[in-house]
């Protein structure tokens, strides 16, 4: 088997449109991305998010001589330590900043400062300026929040000056536009940081800069300012399995990185691929993983496999989230042991007595009442994070005409 | 015809040719923000050699940009050839330091085979193992790629035939060698970077690596790299 990428941050920017597969839902998903209006993109994970927000910065690029887009990533390692907000919303506009920086300085629009004194002695270039303004205040960000010593807050720029700043870029630039893809950007923060988070992401708003985030179903928080209808175009990733082009669709991902001996197995044995399809639940990195992990292109390797990879792996994945989610371990393994021994049971329960009685029907969904504990729901919210449930609707009337909210359980996790 | 004249004729075209390769903003951007990088790298390191040699590995890069823009090829090869073995030399005498007194002195040389020796260079498993262990996986994938890059460069070096064209003896623009030079110079700082990253990584403070965003930038494609910076893992 050759190599094949699970994670679009293994991908080289290069190898990115060769590996793309794009239906009429990424179709519209890139389009929103690549619109003037800031959007969010919410999707489990594995799901496509990153790769979706990559193929559009490198559509922009393509496309659009006058825009320029910056990708951000907030690695945790580099994560500030601080319970002060506004530090935390600098460190977020620095990194930012930063990130802007080097990509005027990659497409040519910046030169870097030891660069003109190496080749000529004149300082005062203007062509430095550019950078020489983002990086005084990228500096004083640093400065308050790395600094020992109290630093004013009054005396730091604020977010105006940070969007003149950019708005003077563009000018100088003959550029009209700034995208900024905030990739998985919430993910590693905690709550209240998410709230400031999507304070910054509403606050940067302006003609010149558009602001684009990854996000996750249930574990992200907007705080009271911002509103999803009117600050963003909230885009989901779904990619149903009674879709009538999801085999084809994930057929086509999978050949984009399977080597030629594997290709034609599956051409061979096609209901296999289809199970493993059908299994990922629209996940195109568990359907790879399950591809790469497939020992041989049998009946008997896909069994073990999927029994092995929905029984095992994926729960314990599950689980590991308590250490990232530090105080949810309890309502993590509850939300483990309600799904494992109640959802499926019942489920399965269900699709064995509707088999008894000749129906040629299963199902893979179950309903839960609006008025559950909240835990209940944050135990559905963490399940929905890791991809093993998925999140239909809600305010759906069940049988006794009560409201709630549908799921559906990854198909492989049922037997 | 004068020797000013001349002279000034050969500034003339060179200049045209420099106004054509100003249209190739994206790359010429990029191999820039490349030797900036390395720059900016250097400037983490505390021994005061290494940090000179790799400032000066970052001016070649630049020149044989500069050369490339004003059509004359050869001589950005020879630069970028230059950049390629000093970058990997500074890694190289980080930890052999009689090596590096001797070259300073300029009793010694700077010797390729022994850069990319297998067993003991820049780009060995020995290596990796001492300052970075998970570098180890990629290391004979990168050692290729320096030899191949390094055997293009040397084409133009030693003048090998192919490389004369017929256009060669006089200053044209040429399309063809201006995208050879920015995928060599693309191969070269990618290479240098995974030396560096593999040498100094391990040694840097939580507030250097975080000065170093262009490095998961860089090198995000390796999950160990990436990771290493607090982005996701494989």
Avoid at chain 1, 61 to 69: G, I, Q, V
Avoid at chain 1, 143 to 171: F, M, N, R, W
Avoid at chain 1, 268 to 294: H, M, S, W, Y
Wanted: with cysteine.
């Amino acid at each position: 088997m050759t190599q094949i990428y699970l994670r679009t941050e293994s991908i080289k920017s290069e190898d990115i449109k060769g590996l793309s597969v794009v239906n009429s839902e990424d179709f519209n998903i890139i389009k929103a991305l690549k619109s003037s209006e800031p959007c969010l993109l919410e999707g489990s994970r594995g799901t496509g998010k990153s790769f979706l927000m990559k193929v559009s910065e490198i559509e922009i690029e393509e496309e659009d001589p006058k825009a320029l887009p910056v990708f951000v990533a907030f690695n945790k390692s580099s994560l500030i330590n601080t319970d002060d907000d506004l530090q935390f919303y600098h460190w977020m506009l620095a990194k930012t900043l930063k990130a802007l920086t080097n990509k005027l300085r990659k497409k040519g629009f910046s030169v870097s400062s030891y660069s003109a004194n190496l080749l000529s002695n004149d300082e005062s270039d203007s062509s430095e300026s550019v950078e020489r303004d983002l990086k005084s205040i990228v500096k004083a960000f640093e400065d308050s929040y790395k600094g020992q010593s109290h630093i004013d807050a009054t005396s730091l720029p604020d977010i105006e000056d940070v969007k003149e700043a950019i708005e003077s870029i563009c000018s100088e630039n003959d550029l009209e536009r700034v995208f900024i893809f905030f990739d998985e950007a919430a993910h590693v923060f905690r709550p209240e940081q998410q709230r400031q988070f999507f304070n910054l992401f509403k606050d940067l708003r302006s003609p010149y800069i558009i602001c684009n985030a990854a996000i996750y179903p249930g574990v992200t928080y907007f705080g009271e300012s911002f509103e999803i209808t009117h600050d963003c175009t909230y885009k989901k990733i779904e990619r149903n399995i009674r879709d009538s082009d999801y085999l084809q669709y994930f057929k086509d991902i999978v050949f984009k990185q399977a080597d030629n001996e594997t290709q034609q197995a599956f051409e061979n044995q096609r209901e296999l691929f289809n199970t493993l399809a059908f299994c990922a639940g629209g996940n195109p990195r568990i359907l790879l993983k399950t591809v790469q992990d497939l020992e041989r292109v049998n009946t008997s390797s896909v069994n073990s496999l999927i029994k092995g990879f929905y029984r095992g792996k994926i729960w314990a994945e599950h689980t590991e989230l308590g250490e990232k989610y530090k105080g949810h371990q309890e309502i993590i393994d509850w939300g483990r042991d309600f799904l494992e021994k109640t959802v499926i049971p019942t489920i399965e329960n269900y699709n064995a007595v509707r088999k008894e009685k000749g129906v040629d029907e299963s199902s893979i969904y179950f309903w839960v009442h609006k008025n559950c504990p909240e835990p209940v729901k944050e135990a559905l919210r963490l399940l929905s994070y890791t991809g093993i449930i998925n999140k239909l609707d809600s305010s759906v009337r069940a049988t006794r005409s009560e409201l709630g909210s549908r799921y559906e359980v990854k198909y492989g996790c049922i037997r | 015809m004068k020797i000013e004249e001349y002279l000034s004729r050969l500034n003339t075209e060179s200049n045209s040719i420099f106004e054509k390769s100003m249209m190739y903003r994206d790359q010429l951007g990029s191999a820039h923000h490349a030797s900036s990088c390395i720059y900016e790298f250097s400037e983490n390191i505390a021994d005061t050699s290494e940090k000179e040699i790799l400032q000066t590995v970052s001016s070649q890069l630049e020149s044989a940009t500069f050369c490339a823009c004003k059509g004359m090829y050869r001589q950005a090869f020879v630069s970028l050839r230059l950049a390629l073995e000093m970058g990997l030399a500074s890694a190289y005498f980080s930890v052999y330091k009689l090596e590096l007194h001797e070259w300073l002195d300029g009793r010694g040389d700077i010797n390729w085979s022994s850069l990319i020796c297998e067993n003991d260079g820049v780009l060995s498993s020995r290596f990796s193992k001492a300052f970075f262990e998970d570098f180890s996986e990629d290391m004979s994938e990168y050692r290729n790629k320096a030899k191949n890059v390094y055997r293009q460069l040397s084409e133009y070096v030693h003048g090998n035939n192919e490389t004369w064209e017929s256009s060669e003896i006089e200053l044209s623009f040429d399309e063809n060698k201006m995208a050879t030079y920015f995928k060599l110079v693309k191969g070269v700082t990618e290479i240098l970077l995974f030396v560096l990253s593999c040498r100094y990584l391990k040694s840097f403070s939580e507030n250097v690596l975080d000065s170093l965003e262009f490095i998961p930038e860089e090198m995000k494609h390796l999950g160990y790299v990436r990771a290493y910076f607090g982005g996701p893992k494989e």
